[in-house]
């Protein structure tokens, strides 16, 4: 079961793990604090698209798919973790406290899924046509099952035309609205830049590859032509992949939580399979869009995201917020403040000595 750790030890290895979670726009709104043997996970408010997520939904789904990982690193390093989603009523923003005690070896999943954390990567674009491995689907649904969600995957041609053309039309609108590219703008970051979140450019193709149904991507480049060349020249094969909804059968935080849990599970379940996820939730951020999949494609259950699974030749790079800038003993910062200095009336710039 590997060497005993101190606590700090452990803390520091499993928030360096947690951070690497998928989260909307790279945001990472999540801040951790640690006494002894446990650690509290908060949601950070400063960190939430106020625009596109109004209700911290994506907030708290980017979370819980940290939470899912605080619990797997936890697991991978022979501890058994005790979680309490949403503790306390009163603290809202604290949507885990994770404590360990008890030891006991990782088992062959855990293992697996841990050996992934650090490799997977969302994919943008289309897939190679090749079919996915027998049963991973039936892994991926029982990945969501196990964690209070669904993945209904959406093999009628009718019905994937349907979420296709929802995708196409949310992205549409969200090209349109000034308010929203205003946002999407302050998290994608130019080329070069040495910033630790947003969505770097060498995490999405220059060029948008067409496939059959079309599900476009954001525009994260936003008519810069940034973005990574393609890998080979394009072929004509390339497909859209397996379309799925995630879905949980009631709506309220720990729903969204749940979701975040289950996102994660799936996302590194296809890893281990050898195939990656796509995710789309242009849709789900429109209200009437996102009514419209809840009656006619997910029988009235909740949907969050939209995921595609495929095989491709990933090259995509990431980045990440130091963990100095997100741990913290004890109590957290306020809101919004645990990395941004504050300027005094009439101060421009801040002194970087
Ligand atoms: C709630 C949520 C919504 C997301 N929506 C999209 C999306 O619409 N388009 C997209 O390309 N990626 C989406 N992502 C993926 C994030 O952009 C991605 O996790 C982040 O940039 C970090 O990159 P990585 O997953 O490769 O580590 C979403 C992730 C979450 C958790």
Do not use: K
Request: charged share 20%; glycine share 8%.
């Amino acid at each position: 079961m590997g060497e005993q750790l101190t606590d700090e030890e452990i803390v520091r290895q499993v928030v360096a793990r947690a951070v690497w979670a998928p989260s909307v726009h790279n945001t990472q709104p999540w801040l951790f604090t640690t006494d002894g043997p446990r650690l509290r996970l908060y949601a950070d408010p400063g960190r939430r698209l106020a625009v596109a997520d109004p209700d911290g939904r994506e907030m708290m789904i980017s979370c819980g798919a940290a939470l899912f990982t605080v619990r797997l690193a936890l697991r991978s390093l022979g501890y058994v973790p005790q979680t309490r989603v949403l503790p306390d009523p009163g603290q809202p923003a604290l949507v885990a406290q994770v404590s360990w005690r008890d030891r006991a070896a990782p088992g062959e999943l855990e293992r697996q899924l841990s050996g992934h954390v650090l490799i997977r990567r969302t994919h943008r674009g289309a897939f190679d046509p090749e079919p996915l491995p027998a049963n991973a689907l039936a892994a991926l649904s029982d990945a969501a099952a196990r964690q209070g969600a669904a993945l209904r995957i959406v093999a009628d041609d009718g019905q994937r035309a349907a979420l296709a053309a929802a995708v196409q039309t949310a992205e549409h609108e969200l090209r349109r609205d000034s308010e929203r590219l205003r946002e999407l703008a302050r998290w994608t970051p130019a080329p070069g830049s040495a910033r630790g979140d947003g969505v770097p450019a060498t995490s999405y193709p220059a060029r948008a590859e067409r496939t059959l149904p079309y599900f476009p991507g954001r525009d994260f480049a936003r008519g810069h032509g940034w973005g990574m060349p393609p890998l080979s020249p394009a072929t004509a094969h390339r497909v859209a992949g397996v379309a799925a909804l995630l879905t949980t059968s009631a709506d309220r935080p720990a729903d969204w939580v749940n979701a975040g849990q289950a996102l994660q599970r799936i996302t590194l379940t296809a890893s281990v399979c050898g195939a990656a996820v796509a995710l789309h939730s242009q849709p789900l951020e429109l209200p009437w869009l996102r009514e419209f999949l809840r009656a006619q494609l997910s029988e009235g259950a909740f949907p969050h995201l939209v995921l595609r699974v495929g095989l491709v030749t990933q090259v995509s790079l990431s980045v990440r917020r130091d963990l100095g800038d997100l741990l913290f003993p004890a109590s957290p910062p306020a809101a919004g403040q645990a990395t941004l200095p504050v300027l005094q009336p009439g101060e421009d710039f801040v002194q970087l000595s």
